[in-house]
């Protein structure tokens, strides 16, 4: 294997995007950019799910919502999680309030796919099919998660670029480089410590 060989099976790796389909949900892990709620809320007007589960409380490493990280002029609420804000901007984007369920707890991606289990089932909602809304380059990562706690749902992945790192540049600036390794380092991590648990 040689280095543009390496290149390409490292981004077909980290990132996954599907169309989108009719689905029973719509997932948004936690996070401070509004890009990916604001497609999530896209595809619910669209018609492609019923209902959307922004997920999340704050980062682990924080130990609170950090705040709102772009589009600070409409989204500037007194957001005290991740759900708070992520909800604001499924309202102001078209998402009825009542199709909209809550997660507030995870502060972390393993924790978003779990704790969102709970609630879907609390709720008594069979997720066969499920859309995901992530950052482009955490799109394995989340992937893997879910599916480690739906493992019979299928999974689309429609994902958001807030900073512009695609399949197709990631390798051409240090942020994007970056951005990808810290992804594959963070999975390989992750995941060994989820194996060596059960």
Known sequence: MDYNDFLKKTEEFIFVENRPEKADIIFVPGNGYPHMAEKAAELYREGY??????????SITTGRFSGVLSEKEKYHGSYETEWEFLR????????????????????????????????????????????????????????????????????????????????????????????????ATRIIRQFSLMMDKK
Not at 49 to 58: D, H, N, R, T
């Open 88 to 183: 604001d901007v499924l309202v102001k984007n078209g998402v009825k309030p009542e199709d909209i369920l809550r997660e507030d707890r995870a502060t972390y991606t393993y924790e978003n796919a779990l704790f969102s289990r709970e609630v879907t089932e609390k709720a008594g909602l069979s997720v066969k099919k499920a859309i995901l809304c992530c950052k482009s380059h955490h799109a394995r990562r989340v992937l893997m998660y879910f599916q480690y706690v739906y493992p019979e749902t299928e999974f689309l992945v429609c994902p958001s670029f807030p900073d512009g790192i695609t399949k197709s540049n990631w390798n051409q600036t240090e942020l994007g480089v970056d951005a990808v390794t810290g992804e």
């Open 49 to 58: 799910a019923p209902a959307v589960l922004p997920s999340g409380k704050y």
